[in-house]
């Protein structure tokens, strides 16, 4: 679908400077949520692993890509989940 | 029924940009988790009803086995284990890109069709990165949960060996581009990029996971946005740049932080192992002060105003609800209490500020470094619980110092200092902290969890 390399070197590099952007108004207080939560954006590459195993023929490449849907659904589902429980200790007590 | 799959990815990369955008304020960040994860729905769902996508029963396996394993993880994981969980993270998810660029050159091998235009060089950069980001990954993991030694691990010659080895992966990297279909290349560049993985890591040492951490999560991003190219996936190419990005601006700060070059953190092996014995001839003469809890009671009860330290020492002792506890005995007696938060304290970025937040102490009461080191020289108390190198006063004054030149608290200029540790044990860089000797610097040796449980109980019996 990209078949321009040129298409999407443009995007990469643009998206590159959309995360700096956006990465830098993160203040320190948040870092470590931040990196879990980048870290299961980086699960993404399960698309990449849907597309290598939803094949038809049973080869090589849909056992790496059963192993593949594996790593990156743990970096996902893991990645979001302990992101909201960090997320929720920075509540404000009603209290306070 | 493509374009509008099409259609979906940018709807998707624009829930992740969002998403991340909330993530600027506390109050907003929950609902960006939320979004950002709803991003990667659309984008799973998406590529579930493209028309290459016939099977789904090894992917409901996948996901089934990985979402149990993920949502365990999250759930049990303590918040003092963070760094170990995110290295883990980082991993799978750069096995994963490796895994995904491996399976896509093994399809074109098999259907004998030669990869084309930027394809052949994205599939060795998603094994090679995505590989590397997997061993070294794992190594982060087990320096930071003690599986390993923590400590920096060299030998004589391991520059020379890391480079011949570096050199020889990049050679490999480029007959897999020169000639996709030819198998043996590729196993060299898999088995090296995994060892490059472990030889890189080794050498670096505990406190500066915070920076090999980030590096790698910026790894991550960049195997998944190769990956991207790979499958001509825009989706796949902005989502993994933004992780990219990310990871390098977080290893920016701590390098800042740390006042010292990238290179010289992954390749300095700082607080190496061999390097013991400290500086030679600077046997320290001086003796430190021991106290007591009851005796800093006494002095926490006469004073105004109190700034706490954290570092690594607390969270391994799990000191956080203690700490918190203390915090709220001093305010109930009228003593201000505010934390003062380095960048690099603990194992990974905000490290202390997730800890502080699990016992609940209120974010407005933790404060970055720029901004407290001003009120010290006001401030009564300043208590260090479990820090050392992000106090060491040499790091201003002594040019012969490792860590000079490295911006740290000034809690030397409060009027007291409190110093809990374990033992007189110099921190993680090697050198000795003039601090301890201050006049005004008074150690009470101990586990940081039971003293400061004991300085509670005395601040309440003196009320």
């Known amino acids: 679908m990209l078949d321009n390399p040129a298409a999407a070197l443009t995007i990469f590099v643009l998206a590159i400077f959309v995360g700096f952007e956006v990465i830098s108004k993160v203040p320190p207080l948040l870092h470590t949520p931040l990196m879990s939560g980048s870290n299961a954006i980086s699960g993404i590459t399960i698309v990449g692993a849907i597309l290598a195993s939803g094949t038809e023929e049973r080869t090589l490449s849909t056992v790496l890509g059963f192993v593949a849907i594996v790593f990156a659904t743990i970096n996902v589902v893991g990645g979001f989940l302990v992101t909201d429980r960090m997320l929720g200790m920075f509540k404000k007590k009603p209290s306070a | ?70 949502a365990m993880l999250a759930t049990r994981i303590q918040m003092t284990a963070m760094p170990q969980m995110v290295a883990l993270l980082n991993g799978f998810g750069g096995g994963a890109s490796a895994l995904v660029a491996s399976a896509e050159l093994l399809n074109y091998m098999r259907a004998g069709e030669e990869p084309v235009g930027i394809v052949p060089l994205a599939i060795a950069m998603g094994v090679l990165i995505g590989g590397l980001t997997f061993t070294g990954s794992l190594v982060a993991f087990g320096k930071l949960q003690e599986l390993v030694r923590g400590a920096a691990v060299v030998y004589p010659g391991q520059q020379i060996v890391n480079g011949l080895l570096g050199l020889i992966t990049l050679v490999a990297c480029g007959m897999v581009v020169m000639s996709p279909l030819d198998i043996a290349p590729y196993y060299v560049m898999l088995g090296l990029s995994l060892l490059m993985g472990v030889l890189l890591v080794i050498p670096i040492g505990g406190a500066d996971m915070p920076v090999v951490i980030s590096l790698l999560n910026s790894y991550s991003g960049i195997a998944a946005a190769a990956t991207g190219f790979v499958l001509g996936n825009a989706g796949l190419v902005i989502s993994g740049s933004l992780v990219g990005a990310s990871g390098i601006i977080l290893t920016k700060i701590m390098c800042d932080a740390m006042n010292r070059s990238l290179t010289n953190v992954l390749f300095g092996a700082f607080g190496a192992v061999e390097a013991g014995g400290g500086p030679a001839g600077a046997v320290e003469t001086r003796t430190a002060k021991g106290y007591t809890p009851e005796d800093a009671a006494v002095i926490f009860s006469n004073s105004r105003s109190c700034i706490v330290i954290p570092g690594y020492g607390m969270a391994v002792a799990q000191a956080q609800h203690a700490v918190a506890e203390l915090a709220e005995t001093l305010e109930a007696k009228g003593i201000s209490v505010k934390f003062a938060i380095h960048p690099v304290a603990g194992r990974m970025p905000g490290h202390m500020n997730v800890l502080l937040a699990e016992a609940d102490v209120p974010y407005e009461g933790l404060v970055e470094m720029d901004e407290i080191n001003p009120e010290f020289p006001e401030t009564d108390v300043a208590l260090v619980i479990g820090a050392n190198d992000v106090v060491n006063p040499d790091a201003r004054t002594d040019k012969g110092s490792p860590i000079y030149g490295m911006p740290i608290l000034d809690c030397d200029r409060a009027q007291h200092v409190f110093v809990i540790k374990r033992s007189m044990n110099p921190g993680f860089a090697g050198v000795q902290n003039p601090l301890f000797f201050n006049d005004n610097t008074m150690m009470i040796f101990g586990d940081a969890k039971g003293v400061v449980l004991k300085l509670v109980e005395s601040v309440k019996d003196l009320a």
């Open chain 2, 1 to 70: 029924m493509n374009q509008a799959i099409q259609f979906a990815y940018l709807f998707s990369a624009v829930l992740l940009i969002v998403g991340m955008q909330n993530l600027a304020s506390p109050k907003t960040a929950p609902r960006g988790n939320l979004i950002a994860a709803t991003g990667m729905a659309v984008a799973i769902i998406a590529t579930l009803l493209m028309n290459q996508v016939v099977s789904y029963t090894v992917i409901l396996a996948g996901v089934v086995v990985g979402s149990a394993i993920g």
